[in-house]
């Protein structure tokens, strides 16, 4: 009996990895995919550090990493967090913001990259 | 270097303080040979962790973008999932365990699948780890002048420090009496799965495929979980300092539910004392 539950630990994992891909999937390939807001990191800085995003709708964030190390793009409020390696390009995507500051950060340059968004 | 050692030291704590953990709680079931499953499993990890860095460095697009968030919700859960088995099973075999004398757990129960403790080790480690050999490679790439190197050393310096972490917690854990031992961790890992659900459940809030809603509270003016100490307690155990309703719910949800099933003694005491007292009183009232 032990062993049965020691093997269905596996299935329900898989089973919610499986849920996870297919709930999360349709939305990548972006029914309505909303327009990609462009952010670039560059000597440890967000350019620009603060986008104006509209409230109630979902948006995407593009960004990219000019800087030659890696940066964690990271926002506590929104529960954000993402690697993008040196010169890469990271489709973020964020759920629908109500009215409000949502400050994020650079993990791994947290003194430097700092940044909000600003939902009206 | 300060500031890189922070950093890594902090992506290093939770797999640190598991690994010591699981060490400890392999020598003190008797089965110190099984340690070698959660070696390969950080070893594996490790080497996981490494591959996932080099991938996301080289694939661009749609794969790019997803795969390393539904990996993250996905072994975030699946520890949840392991540690709450192995908190269950520890509550279960807890009175076999707890006499010094019989501390050797006998043979049917030892070809448990003491693998899936290598698994948890392997969860543990794999959860941060693709981030911390991202941070780590590229402060190699980056080491040209003298403070570069110094924050290479930092980082360098912090996963030591994390090594030792974990080296001390299997040090104290061994040293502990086997009943103190099992209850400390059982707190210790009760604590951080609870910690581990509400943040996947956070994660699943961020992608949006769980209603979102304002924090309930905001105590980042008390405690930030972004600082030292705060980073120290989210790791640990959940804390966050701006949590929303749903996270509140799972987490309490948690140590409540799961609670029973790593404590299952305290339940049945409690349960038992309280059909005590309300018998005789349900008698007099007749």
Request: proline share 4%; no cysteine.
């Amino acid at each position: 009996m032990l062993r049965i539950e020691g093997a269905a630990v596996p299935k329900i994992v898989v089973s919610l990895l499986l849920a996870l891909v297919a709930f999360t999937a349709p939305r990548a390939s972006g029914q309505d995919a909303p327009t990609g807001i462009p952010i670039t990191i560059e000597n440890n800085r967000f350019v620009p550090s603060e986008v104006k995003v509209q409230a109630g709708k979902p948006f995407v964030l593009v960004v990219t990493n000019k800087d030659a190390k890696s940066e964690e793009f990271e926002s506590k409020e929104l529960r954000i967090e993402k690697v993008i390696p040196a010169g890469k390009t990271a489709s973020i995507r964020v759920r629908a913001l109500k009215p409000g500051t949502y400050p994020f950060f650079g993990e791994f340059n947290s003194k430097t990259a700092q940044g909000r968004i600003v939902a009206e | 270097m300060g500031a890189t050692f922070v950093i890594v030291l902090r992506e290093g704590f939770e797999a640190a303080l598991l690994l010591g953990i699981l060490y400890a709680y392999l020598t003190k079931i008797g089965r110190p040979e099984s340690r070698r499953y959660v070696t390969a499993g950080g070893v594996l990890a490790l080497a996981a962790s490494i591959a996932m860095g080099v991938a996301v460095s080289v694939i661009s697009g749609p794969l790019a973008d997803l795969g390393p968030d539904v990996i993250a919700i996905g072994v975030v859960f699946l520890a949840v999932v392991l540690l709450t088995w192995h908190g269950w099973w520890m509550g279960r075999h807890a009175r076999e365990i707890r006499g010094e004398v019989q501390r050797r757990i006998d043979e049917a129960h030892a070809r448990q699948r003491l693998w899936l403790v290598g698994l948890i080790a392997f969860t543990g480690v794999f959860r941060e780890g693709a981030e911390t050999v991202l941070f780590l490679w590229g402060l190699l790439v980056q080491a040209e002048g003298v403070s570069s190197w110094l924050a290479l050393v930092g980082g360098v310096a912090g996963l030591l420090g994390a090594v030792v972490l974990g080296w001390l917690v299997f040090q104290g854990g061994r040293r502990l009496g086997v009943q103190r031992f099992f209850t400390a961790t059982s707190v210790l890992l009760l604590l951080l799965a609870a910690g581990l659900f509400s943040t996947g459940v956070g994660k699943l809030q961020g992608v949006g495929l769980l209603p979102s809603g304002d924090p309930v509270w905001d105590t980042s003016w008390v405690l930030d979980d972004h600082g030292a100490l705060g980073g120290v307690l989210t790791g640990l155990a959940g804390y966050r300092a701006r949590p929303t309703a749903l996270e509140i719910g799972a987490y309490s949800l948690y140590i409540v539910l799961v609670g029973t099933l790593f404590f299952p003694a305290l339940v049945r005491r409690k349960t038992y004392g309280r059909s005590d007292v309300t018998a005789p009183v349900a008698h007099r009232q007749i």
